[in-house]
């Protein structure tokens, strides 16, 4: 059984940090690009960052220079660091491990909360 567990959310003052970790299970994880994505009230979800398995990283421009994704295929984790956050980066963040249609697996979220 396949299982992307976010950890790490919850409430932080603009200006904060989080680090939101992803624990996989049930996968080669070393083999899978991974990537985090978030959805606030009423948009759709939206990429924030992904990783491939060789460790190339591609962020979404809204986050360039304040989040930073990594891997620890040792962990069989996958990371999103948080910094300077914003307002408008509330939203539920969710964990994907892709490998091809049909091996593409979700987590259930994290919600994030930017307010002061």
């Known amino acids: 059984q396949v299982q992307l567990v976010e950890s790490g959310g919850g409430l932080v003052q603009p200006g904060g940090s989080l680090r939101l970790p992803c624990a996989a299970s049930?996968?080669?994880?070393?083999?899978?690009?991974m990537g985090w994505y978030r959805q606030a009230p009423g948009k759709q979800r939206e990429l924030v960052a992904s990783?491939?398995?060789?460790?190339?990283?591609n962020y979404a421009d809204s986050v360039k220079g304040r989040f930073t994704i990594s891997r620890d295929n040792a962990k069989n984790t996958v990371y999103l660091q948080m910094n300077s956050l914003r307002p408008d980066d509330t939203a539920v963040y969710y964990c994907?491990?892709?490998?091809?249609?049909?091996?593409?697996?979700w987590g259930q979220g994290t919600q994030v909360t930017v307010s002061s």
């Open positions: 990783i491939t398995r060789d460790g190339s990283a």
């Open positions: 994907n491990g892709y490998l091809y249609e049909g091996r593409n697996y």
């Open positions: 049930g996968i080669i994880f070393s083999i899978y690009a």
